[in-house]
């Protein structure tokens, strides 16, 4: 059984470029959380998304970053015109139920701004 | 606001020791209180959790944990430190029944070393 896919596993971008972080959750969980890492921090909420809905976007930065997770697909973080603060850890987890704290946490994506 | 502290963000023990990783939160409400290990290139694997039963919670590999609400603690202890025990630690707390209880909030990690 899979557990937790995220990809890229590392993903270096240029100062302006787009970061596309995905995420396919464990099969059968339809309930995706997000959260990132800065340095010498602990990781952080950001989102929480059913199929097809945001839920909670409490944790998101206003400007510049989105999450979706389609009916079909992985479920997407996207950060546009990325800075060099947004170079952190990005860790997906996924639960079987409706917002839970039983969270499969994924290997995450370590996204360097240059 | 809830908020978690752990001290030490480095502790090295030697084969066969007692490991002691501390763990200090706050919650203005009554907590859920987890710890997760990772190792090297791999997601966050859960050790243990509180939800308000027992105070002292068995996980994984011989881990266990004591939530004392007078101390607002969650230390995570192991009586014999094996070589594969080498990871980082990560203690988080949420909200208790209702409420935002899927945002967990962690702690800076723990990496804990192991010396033959």
């Known amino acids: 059984n899979a557990g937790v896919m995220q990809n890229p596993r590392h993903l270096v971008r240029r100062r302006g470029q787009e970061a596309r972080l995905r995420c396919s959750p464990m099969?059968?969980?339809?309930?995706v959380y997000w959260y990132r890492q800065l340095p010498e921090e602990g990781l952080k909420f950001m989102v929480y998304l059913q199929k097809e809905n945001i839920i909670d976007e409490s944790g998101m930065p206003k400007e510049r970053f989105s999450a979706e997770f389609p009916k079909e697909g992985p479920s997407i973080l996207r950060i546009q015109q990325v800075v060099r603060g947004d170079s952190a850890a990005y860790f997906c987890?996924?639960?079987?139920?409706?917002?839970?704290?039983?969270?499969?946490f994924g290997p995450g994506t370590r996204l360097t701004v240059t | 606001a809830q908020s978690v502290t752990q001290l030490g963000s480095h502790v090295s023990v030697s084969e066969g020791a007692l490991v002691l990783l501390r763990c200090n939160y706050s919650s203005s409400v009554p907590p859920y209180l987890f710890w997760y290990v990772q190792y090297p290139n791999q997601g966050l694997q859960l050790l243990l959790k509180y939800t308000s039963a027992a105070t002292l919670v068995k996980g994984i590999n011989g881990f266990e944990a004591e939530f004392k609400k007078s101390e607002t603690s969650f230390h995570l202890t192991k009586p014999s430190a094996h070589m594969s025990d080498a990871a980082e630690y990560f203690c988080?707390?949420?909200?208790?029944?209702?409420?935002?209880?899927?945002?967990?909030?962690f702690g800076k990690g723990t990496l804990l070393t192991v010396n033959p």
């Open positions: 099969k059968g969980h339809s309930h």
């Open positions: 987890a996924s639960s079987i139920n409706s917002g839970s704290n039983e969270q499969y």
């Open positions: 988080a707390v949420s909200e208790g029944v209702g409420g935002s209880n899927y945002k967990l909030t």
